[in-house]
Structure formats: structure tokens, C-alpha cells
């Protein structure tokens, strides 16, 4: 008699095959960031993730940022990280420390990818011009080289992904007088997935998804509708830091994603059960008309 356990795994292979066909070829955009990053072992699963999708025919795109590693080489150097409601300051000096940050950082991500057997490059947004932007103006004051996105020009992403490369983007852009600006990462995914119209744009972070009750992890809802997110955040069952992302997958899917999902990062393998398993493990946002995959009843 085989072996339950080996017919689990063949179970597992024929639940895949459909998410295979349907995304092969299709461009896919992971947002990387939260203690993901930070812990290595969380950082080998996203990145063995990242890299099986592209080895079984999607085409990953991987968006990171830094932030707590930037906080670190602040008071590594003897400065203060400072904040004006959750946004950080950016003076010049603090924008060329998390420039050279966020560089080491990717080319970190770069070198683990090539150690997996693909060929990964890393960019930033001044690279090849693709993420153009104007100084971002917070109601709280001043806070310096921060930048929202005005303009994306996607070409190097569609020139790497022909060449059959991994792009790995940091979020630093540049504005009309070609000045350096520290983009939110969050940002910079909605931007880029919107800009090459990405079948799937894929949050990890600290958090599962989102809940009909934050305080009660049972309810996890699986799927949502844009109108039905909308909903959530009007009706205040969704706070804090979930409204500016909720607001970005709406966005997003506005713009022709198809699909937003939001992961979290801290659970081993949590972007490959979501996208390749029927009900998944975290939220999934889908246009209105499309369509959801799983039922309660199923």
C-alpha cells in the first residue's frame, strides 16, 4: 500500500495544476517586506517561493523595501530616526544612508536568487527611469526626500523578463530635477504592478489578511470583492495600518490587476499556498466581476 503521505504530496501536485495553467506566462508582483526580512530562514522560503514560480512558467517580479534595516544603520551612525505620523524623515543625509541601504539589500536578494539556479538583476527606480516622482506633502510638516510616484516607465522591467531575468526593484525614484527620493515599497508594487499589468499582486507582510473581526482570527476572510473591501474600511472594521493597504489593492485592481492578495510573510511558504492552493491562507481582492475560486462549501 502506498503510503498516505505520498499520495498527499501527489494531491498537492494535482491541486497546483490549474494555478499552473492559468498564470503561466502571466506576470506576478510580490511585495517584500516586515520581519520577513529579516529573519533568514523567512527570507530562503519567500525567496524559494519567488524563484519556483518562475521556474514553473510565471514571471515574478519582486518589490522590497528596508525600513528597519535603514532605522539600523541611522543609529549605526550615530542619528535619530525620526517619524511624523508613521512616515519617516528623510533629510539628504538620511536619504544617502538609506540609498546605500537599500542597494546592499538588493543585491543581497540578488545573490541569494542566483544561488537557486535563476538569474536575477537588481534595479532601482532611477534605473532605466522607471520610477519617476514629485516630493510627497504631509498635512504634519516637512519630511524631506520622501516622494509620491508620478510617472512609471515599465520598459527595463519588460526588457529583463523577455531576457528571462528576475528583477528585483528598491523603491528610490527621482523628480524633474533628477533629486533622490525614498518611495513607500507598498507604493512602488501598486505602481509597477499597475504599470505592467500584473495578473497578480501579492502583499507579505506582519499581518494574515484581512478579518470581519480584528480581534478574533477566525474570521479570516479568504476572498473579497472591491466593493465588498470598500465596505469594510467604510463601515470601520478594518484600522490602522490595513486602510492604506486595503486602499492600495483597491487601487490597484481599479488600475488592471486582476488579483491583490495579502500574505503574511511569517508563515513559511505563504505565498505558494495562496496562490497555488483553492482556498489559500491569507486575503485575496478580486475585481467585481471576478471570479472567486473558493467556496465555503466546496
Not at 504530496?9 to 529579516?38: C, T
Not at 522560503?45 to 512558467?57: E, Q, R, S, T, Y
Not at 507598498?186 to 500584473?198: H, K, M
Request: contains cysteine.
Amino acid at each position: 500500500m502506498v503510503n498516505q503521505k505520498y499520495l498527499d504530496k501527489a494531491e498537492v501536485l494535482i491541486e497546483a495544476l490549474p494555478y499552473i495553467q492559468r498564470f503561466n506566462r502571466k506576470i506576478v508582483v510580490i511585495k517584500y517586506g516586515g520581519s520577513a526580512m529579516l529573519d533568514n530562514e523567512l527570507k530562503e522560503n519567500v525567496i524559494k517561493d519567488a524563484v519556483l514560480l518562475k521556474l514553473v512558467g510565471f514571471k515574478p517580479i519582486i518589490v522590497h523595501g528596508g525600513g528597519k534595516e535603514i532605522s539600523r544603520w541611522v543609529n549605526k551612525v550615530g542619528m535619530e530616526p525620526r517619524f511624523i505620523n508613521g512616515l519617516r524623515v528623510t533629510d539628504k543625509d538620511t536619504m544617502e544612508i538609506a540609498e546605500m541601504v537599500l542597494a546592499k539589500v538588493n543585491k543581497e536578494l540578488v545573490n541569494f536568487v542566483q544561488s537557486l539556479g535563476v538569474r536575477a538583476v537588481g534595479i532601482s527606480g532611477k534605473d532605466g527611469g522607471l520610477l519617476k516622482c514629485k516630493k510627497k506633502v504631509s498635512d504634519a510638516g516637512d519630511i524631506g526626500y520622501v516622494g509620491d510616484i508620478t510617472q512609471v516607465d515599465p520598459k527595463i522591467l519588460y526588457d529583463l523578463l523577455e531576457k528571462d531575468f528576475l528583477p528585483i526593484v528598491f523603491p528610490i525614484g527621482y523628480d524633474d530635477n533628477f533629486d533622490t527620493y525614498n518611495i513607500n515599497a507598498d507604493d512602488a508594487a501598486c505602481a509597477i504592478a499597475e504599470a505592467v499589468s500584473a495578473e497578480k499582486l501579492a502583499f507579505l507582510s506582519d499581518i494574515e489578511g484581512v478579518y470581519k473581526d480584528q480581534n478574533d482570527p477566525s474570521t479570516l476572510i479568504s476572498e473579497l470583492h472591491v466593493n465588498e473591501a470598500e465596505e469594510l474600511i467604510r463601515e470601520g472594521f478594518v484600522g490602522g495600518g490595513m486602510i492604506p493597504k486595503l486602499n492600495n489593492c483597491i487601487h490597484a485592481i481599479e488600475k488592471g490587476v486582476n488579483r491583490v492578495h495579502i500574505l503574511d510573510g511569517r508563515i513559511p511558504h505563504s505565498l505558494l499556498l495562496e496562490i497555488f492552493t483553492n482556498k489559500g491562507i491569507g486575503t485575496a481582492i478580486l475585481r467585481e466581476d471576478g471570479e472567486k475560486y473558493y467556496h465555503e462549501h466546496d
